[in-house]
C-alpha cells in the first residue's frame, strides 16, 4: 500500500471545476441566481488557496496568539455569515450569533481538544484550528437554518414556543441526516483523508467518530442558544423585528 499522499497538478485540478460550470450554467438557463453561485465558488478558491500558504505559517510559528488569533476571527465572521439567510438586519441579531456561537462551538472545541486528544502544547495548531473550523462550520449553519426557520415561524404569527421547536428540529436535519449516512452512503471528509494518508481505516474511524459527536453537538447546543437568547430583546429596534418574542407572548423556559 502506498502510504503517501497524491499531489495534484493544476492542470488536473483544473478538471474538477467541469460539474461546478455545468452547475452555473444551469442556474443560468433556469433564472436563479448564478452569479451569486460563481462569486462563492470565485471567493472558496480565493480563500483556500490564501489559507494554504497562511496555515503553513501558522504550524511553523507554533505560537499560542497567533492559534487564539485565528480562533477569535473565525468565531466573529461565522456568527455574521450565520445569518445570512435571513430578511430582516442581521446587526440587532449578531450579539446573539456570536455568544451562541461562542458558547456551543467554545465548550465542545475545548472538551475534545484538551479531554479527549488532550493536546500539549494546548494549542497545537496542527490539530487546534482545523479541529475549530469544522466545529464553528457546525455550529454556524446550526444557527444559520435555526435564525432562517425560526424568523419564517415568527412570520407566520406562530407563538415563540412552537416556533423554536421547529426551527431546532430544522436546524438539525442536516447532520442527522450524515449520522444516519456515515458509513453507510459516505466516508466523512476527515476519515477519507486519513485512510488516504495511510492511517489505519479503524484509526480513522476513531476521529470520525469524535469529529460527528463534536459537530452534532456544537450545533445542537448553538441552536438552542440562539433560540433562547432570541427571545430576550435587547431594544425596541430589535423588539419590532420579533414581537413574538416578548415575554407576554411566551412561557418561561
Same mark, same amino acid.
Given at each position: ?14 478538471? $474538477? ?5 455545468? +452547475? ?12 451569486? &453561485? ?13 489559507? @494554504? ?18 480562533? $477569535? ?36 472545541? +475545548? ?23 469544522? *466545529? ?11 435564525? !432562517? ?11 415563540? !414556543? ?46 470520525? *467518530?469524535?469529529?460527528?459527536?463534536? *459537530?452534532?453537538? &456544537?450545533?445542537? *447546543? ?12 435587547? @431594544?425596541?429596534? !430589535? $423588539? ?14
Amino acid at each position: 500500500m502506498n502510504d503517501s499522499v497524491q499531489v495534484i497538478p493544476f492542470a488536473n485540478l483544473a478538471l $474538477a471545476f467541469i460539474p461546478v460550470l455545468v +452547475v452555473i450554467v444551469i442556474l443560468y438557463k433556469w433564472s436563479l441566481n448564478s452569479r451569486n &453561485a460563481f462569486y462563492a465558488i470565485f471567493r472558496m478558491l480565493a480563500q483556500l488557496l490564501l489559507v @494554504g500558504y497562511f496555515l503553513t505559517y501558522i504550524f511553523e510559528s507554533d505560537r499560542a496568539w497567533i492559534v487564539i488569533l485565528v480562533l $477569535a476571527i473565525m468565531i466573529f465572521a461565522s456568527s455574521w455569515i450565520a445569518l445570512r439567510t435571513i430578511k430582516i438586519k442581521r446587526r440587532p441579531l449578531y450579539k446573539k450569533s456570536l455568544y451562541s456561537i461562542m458558547i456551543g462551538g467554545g465548550f465542545t472545541l +475545548v472538551l475534545i481538544t484538551q479531554g479527549v486528544l488532550e493536546l500539549y502544547p494546548w494549542y497545537w495548531p496542527r490539530y487546534m484550528i482545523p479541529l475549530a473550523g469544522m *466545529i464553528f462550520a457546525s455550529a454556524m449553519n446550526s444557527v444559520s437554518l435555526a435564525a !432562517e426557520r425560526f424568523v419564517a415561524e415568527i412570520e407566520r404569527d406562530v407563538v415563540y !414556543e412552537k416556533a423554536r421547536r421547529i426551527a431546532l428540529r430544522a436546524s438539525l436535519i442536516p447532520i442527522t441526516n450524515t449520522l444516519f449516512a456515515v458509513g453507510i452512503v459516505s466516508l466523512p471528509g476527515m476519515m477519507t483523508g486519513q485512510i488516504l494518508s495511510g492511517v489505519s481505516p479503524l484509526i480513522a474511524a476513531r476521529y470520525q *467518530i469524535m469529529v460527528m459527536c463534536m *459537530i452534532f453537538g &456544537a450545533a445542537g *447546543i448553538s441552536s438552542a442558544c440562539f433560540l433562547w437568547f432570541i427571545k430576550k430583546g435587547d @431594544g425596541p429596534e !430589535e $423588539a419590532d423585528l420579533l414581537p413574538h418574542c416578548s415575554q407576554d407572548h411566551s412561557e418561561k423556559m
